[in-house]
C-alpha cells in the first residue's frame, strides 16, 4: 500500500470482514477476541464504525479474518451442487459483502494494470462487473442476447452453448461501445466450459481493442482452461477454484 487512498481501502475492507464475521456468520466478540488477540471492547468499536483500525493493525487483523471470513471461504460455504450437477448462484450474486470483498479483490490484481472498459454478459454477470467498474473506476459494457432498439449498429458473437448441447447464442454489443483504444477486463461470476468468456472476448478482438484480462468468481473443472489463453499480459483471475461434480 503506497497512497493514503489505498490505506484508507485497506482499513475499511478490513472493517467489512469483520461485520461479515460478526453480523453474518455469528461468531462472537469473545470468539474473534481469542482469534486476534485484541480485546472485545476494540473490536466492537471498530465494528461499528467508531474507529477505524490503523494500517499495521489493519493489515494484522486482514490476515485472521480472511482465514475465518474471507471471500474464498465465504465463496465455497455457500456452494452446494444439486444432483444434476448445478449449484443455486443467488446467495452469491446477491451478496452485498461478497460483491464488495470481489471489487477490492479485483482491484488489488488489476489496478497496476490498464483497464479502460469492463465487459460481461447479461445476467447473473453484472452485479459483480458493476462493483468492479466502480471499483476501477470505469465504464461497464453489458453484452446482451437481444439488440437493443435505438441502437444503430452493433457486433455480435454466436456460440454452441454446451458441447452436446445444440442450442446456439448469439451476444451482442454496440458496435461503439468499445474503441482501439480501449483495454478490456471481462468479468464473470462463474466459469465452467469458458464459451461465454469466449466469446466475450472475440467481441473485444472484432473492436480491435485489447484484453486486459478475466476475473471470475468461481471456476468449475478445467475444461475452459484451453479457451482461455489469452498470454502473460492477460490473465485469468479466479477467486476460487473447485472440482467438477462429474469429475
Not at 3 to 31: C, F, G, P, Q, V
Not at 39 to 57: C, D, E, F, I, Q
Not at 145 to 168: I, P, Q, W
Request: proline letters at 2%.
Amino acid at each position: 500500500m503506497s497512497t493514503h487512498a489505498e490505506d484508507l481501502k485497506l482499513r475499511l475492507m478490513t472493517i467489512e470482514l469483520l461485520r461479515t464475521a460478526k453480523y453474518k456468520r455469528n461468531i462472537t466478540y469473545r470468539e474473534l477476541a481469542s482469534k486476534t488477540g485484541l480485546p472485545v471492547t476494540v473490536l466492537s468499536r471498530y465494528a461499528k464504525g467508531h474507529v477505524l483500525p490503523n494500517t499495521t493493525r489493519a493489515k494484522q487483523l486482514l490476515k485472521v479474518l480472511t482465514k475465518i471470513v474471507g471471500l474464498e471461504t465465504e465463496l465455497r460455504s455457500r456452494i452446494k451442487f444439486d444432483d444434476t450437477g448445478y449449484f443455486d448462484n443467488t446467495e452469491i450474486v446477491g451478496d452485498y459483502n461478497i460483491l464488495q470483498q470481489a471489487a477490492n479483490h479485483a482491484l488489488a490484481n488489476f489496478a497496476g494494470k490498464r483497464v479502460t472498459k469492463i465487459l460481461t454478459a447479461a445476467t447473473d454477470g453484472i452485479p459483480l462487473a458493476t462493483m468492479v467498474a466502480n471499483a476501477l473506476g470505469v465504464n461497464l459494457i453489458l453484452a446482451k442476447r437481444n439488440k437493443e432498439v435505438g441502437v444503430k449498429a452493433f457486433l455480435d458473437e454466436t456460440y454452441v452453448l454446451g458441447k452436446h448441447s445444440g442450442v446456439t447464442v448469439t451476444l451482442f454489443i454496440p458496435k461503439d461501445a468499445i474503441k482501439k483504444r480501449d483495454s478490456v477486463l471481462i468479468v464473470d461470476d462463474m466459469i465452467k466450459s469458458g464459451e461465454t468468456q469466449e466469446a466475450l472476448a472475440h467481441l473485444v478482438k472484432k473492436a480491435k481493442a485489447e484484453i486486459s484480462g478475466v476475473f471470475s468468481l468461481i471456476a468449475v473443472g478445467e475444461d475452459w482452461k484451453e479457451r482461455l489463453k489469452f498470454g502473460k499480459d492477460s490473465p485469468v483471475e479466479v477467486v476460487t477454484y473447485i472440482k467438477s461434480p462429474h469429475d
